[in-house]
């Protein structure tokens, strides 16, 4: 399985931000790991071709069920694969909070994703009141289960663990929550997909950092990272890039 670094953006950057690509790109030509960039809409055409020959990938933010239509301001995922994308984030915890996606909506996206040939990378993930309860590993189960389509493959999915309370927050769980959890995705995916499931790539996000990657990175089933913040600076996205690689 290869490794998978992953950097949102979120609503950050302009077309001057592609400098910190060309720097990455720059320091690490031959990454040790599979490298994925996610910036805002209004980059990917420029950031897909500023990474062209390279080993970057680049992906989009979120995407519409439909494939076209009377959906202003909305994107599909056809126009992200002919923008050069080849990834979408889906069911971030800002998308559910934010505009109310629900675990359905999230399912339909992700099916939408694979009929233009982009990888869904399906976020999970609790809030800081469903952990207080004792209900991370119910939550996340039942998150899996409404929004991961049943064509899931190690191929075109990647399941992404993110606890709301450590997004932007510089709190991060212990890495016992962290090996507890992934060993609960990975368990329940294999109830699923059967084998299927063991290729399935499971991401770490919430607060990823330069500090702490190398021993996230050391959790078993942890197999990269869905990086905010550190992702927006080459040096930063680099040291993970490198922790994940070593």
């Given at each position: 399985?290869?490794?998978?670094?992953?950097?949102?953006?979120?609503?950050?950057?302009?077309?001057?931000?592609?400098?910190?690509?060309?720097?990455?790109?720059?320091?690490h030509?031959?990454?040790?790991?599979?490298?994925?960039?996610?910036?805002?809409?209004?980059?990917?055409?420029?950031?897909?071709?500023?990474?062209?020959?390279?080993?970057?990938?680049?992906?989009?933010?979120?995407?519409?069920?439909?494939?076209?239509?009377?959906?202003?301001?909305?994107?599909?995922?056809?126009?992200l694969?002919?923008?050069?994308?080849s990834?979408?984030?889906?069911?971030?915890?800002?998308?559910?909070?934010?505009?109310?996606?629900?675990?359905?909506?999230?399912?339909?996206?992700?099916?939408?994703?694979?009929?233009?040939?982009?990888?869904?990378?399906?976020?999970?993930?609790?809030?800081?009141?469903?952990?207080?309860?004792?209900?991370?590993?119910?939550?996340?189960?039942?998150?899996?289960?409404?929004?991961?389509?049943?064509?899931?493959?190690?191929?075109?999915?990647?399941?992404?663990?993110?606890?709301?309370?450590?997004i932007?927050?510089g709190?991060t769980?212990?890495?016992?929550?962290?090996?507890?959890?992934?060993?609960?995705?990975?368990?329940?995916?294999?109830?699923?997909?059967?084998?299927?499931?063991?290729?399935?790539?499971?991401?770490?996000?919430g607060?990823?950092?330069?500090?702490?990657a190398?021993?996230?990175?050391a959790?078993?089933?942890?197999?990269?990272?869905?990086?905010?913040?550190?992702?927006?600076?080459?040096?930063?996205?680099?040291?993970?890039?490198?922790?994940?690689?070593?």
């Open positions: 399985m290869r490794k998978l670094a992953a950097g949102n953006w979120k609503m950050n950057g302009t077309a001057a931000a592609l400098a910190e690509v060309k720097a990455l790109l720059a320091a030509p031959a990454p040790g790991c599979e490298v994925l960039l996610c910036p805002p809409a209004t980059l990917i055409a420029q950031m897909a071709w500023t990474a062209k020959g390279s080993a970057l990938k680049v992906g989009g933010q979120d995407c519409h069920p439909k494939a076209a239509g009377a959906h202003t301001g909305d994107i599909s995922a056809a126009m694969a002919d923008a050069g994308a990834h979408v984030i889906l069911g971030h915890s800002e998308r559910r909070a934010d505009h109310g996606e629900a675990d359905a909506l999230v399912a339909a996206k992700a099916q939408a994703a694979w009929g233009a040939g982009l990888v869904a990378v399906i976020c999970v993930g609790e809030t800081e009141a469903q952990r207080d309860a004792g209900k991370t590993l119910d939550v996340v189960r039942a998150q899996l289960a409404g929004s991961v389509p049943e064509e899931a493959s190690a191929e075109n999915c990647v399941i992404a663990y993110e606890p709301v309370w450590a932007g927050t709190r769980p212990t890495l016992g929550e962290i090996a507890e959890v992934h060993a609960a995705i990975r368990a329940t995916l294999t109830r699923r997909f059967g084998a299927e499931a063991a290729g399935m790539r499971l991401l770490y996000g607060s990823v950092k330069p500090s702490n190398a021993e996230i990175f959790v078993a089933h942890v197999d990269g990272a869905l990086v905010g913040g550190a992702s927006l600076k080459a040096v930063d996205f680099g040291a993970i890039i490198a922790a994940l690689s070593a």
